[in-house]
């Protein structure tokens, strides 16, 4: 029942902001293409209701029909942001240039359309990101491979873990480290969905990120029982001399801090934090942590949201340090919502640990 009134509160909050949205955008449009106002409207609740109707047809009676439509929204939803930006660049433009409104509105339409392909099929490939990273105390150079933000749901399932487990496996890694979003949370999961990911040719191990949280932990838990992923919830184990440590996503404040200060961390030995949010890497530090990985930003995953995703999260993307603790942030192996990338990448991250004396 919580679940269900926090899902209601949610659809209605974003229904009511993709209201105004879709308002703005189809009222101008309207205005530039001199449609009638009946027109209009209909449009604009239509197009405004697509997305949270596609939400609750697919998790009520998810089939081949419903996540089409859900992709639809989905996408619409993305292009509704290119759409606002063209409008708002239009506005700014008309007041230099004599445009005349019906070729303003076309253009507008054609050149989101233009662009919201390219960010669809953009958002297709899967980039090897690699990086190198010297840790102290690191016995022999190891191989690890960081998934993150997979987002297994109506728009990417068991297709996209088949593509994602060959691409990890002609890596050759020794660990893979997947540090949350497993689930998107857009339709119910299904065992079946994570049958390849026990084709991965080394041990996998999970953190829990917020929309594990918002599926329902203990259904995700249930799904991927049948897998080999061991998932770690505020815990520690080590394997090849590695502390590997995953730490749950959680709404209280310095919850990763608390967590770490019960754990028995030996800061002689190397140690690995799979922490889904970049935050807290002060608390990571301060325990002794050499390595954080994390996911979550997405970078922005498209425009404009590259550039605004930068004043919520100071470590947005790519590798950071802090008093001896290093810090990556992944840009996700999937997506969430729209599936479009447009200034990121879907990234499988080969991160290579390498001997402090060997970084010469």
């Not at 290119?82 to 054609?110: H, M, R, V």
Request: hydrophobic letters at 45%.
């Amino acid at each position: 029942m919580k679940r269900l009134i926090q899902m209601v509160i949610f659809l209605s909050v974003f229904f009511f902001g993709f209201l105004v949205l879709n308002y703005y955008i189809f009222s101008r449009i309207g205005m530039l293409l001199d449609l009638s106002k009946i027109t209009v409207y209909s449009l604009i609740f239509i197009f405004a209701i697509s997305y949270p109707a596609a939400t609750v047809l697919e998790r009520t009676v998810s089939h081949i029909i419903t996540r089409a439509l859900y992709t639809i929204a989905s996408a619409w939803m993305g292009m509704s942001f290119f759409i606002i930006t063209l409008l708002l660049i239009y506005e700014i433009l008309k007041f230099i240039f004599n445009i005349p409104p019906f070729t303003a509105g076309i253009s507008i339409i054609a050149i989101a359309s233009v662009i919201s392909t390219y960010a669809i099929f953009n958002s297709i490939f899967l980039e090897i990101k690699e990086i190198e990273i010297s840790i102290p105390n690191l016995k022999r150079d190891m191989r690890i491979v960081q998934l993150s933000d997979m987002h297994i749901g109506s728009v990417r399932n068991s297709g996209f873990i088949k593509k994602i487990v060959k691409k990890t496996n002609a890596l050759n890694p020794h660990i893979v480290l997947i540090t949350g979003d497993t689930a998107d949370g857009s339709a119910k999961l299904h065992p079946y969905m994570f049958n390849d990911i026990d084709k991965l040719k080394c041990p996998v191990f999970l953190g829990i990120g917020n929309h594990d949280v918002y599926e329902g932990i203990d259904n995700v838990l249930e799904v991927l029982k049948t897998t080999n992923i061991r998932v770690l919830r505020d815990e520690m184990v080590e394997i090849h001399d590695l502390q590997i440590i995953g730490v749950d996503y959680s709404f209280e404040k310095n919850y990763l801090k608390n967590v770490l200060l019960q754990l028995e961390i030996d800061k002689s030995k190397p140690s690995i934090l799979m922490y889904h949010v970049p935050t807290e890497i002060e608390a990571a530090s301060a325990a002794g942590i050499d390595l954080q990985i994390s996911g979550h930003t997405h970078k922005g995953q498209f425009f404009p949201f590259n550039y605004l995703g930068r004043l919520v999260f100071p470590y947005f993307n790519g590798l950071y340090r802090y008093n001896g603790t290093i810090l990556y942030v992944s840009q996700g192996t999937g997506t969430w919502g729209p599936p479009m990338r447009l200034g990121s990448k879907n990234e499988i991250t080969l991160i290579k640990l390498i001997k402090e004396h060997d970084k010469d």
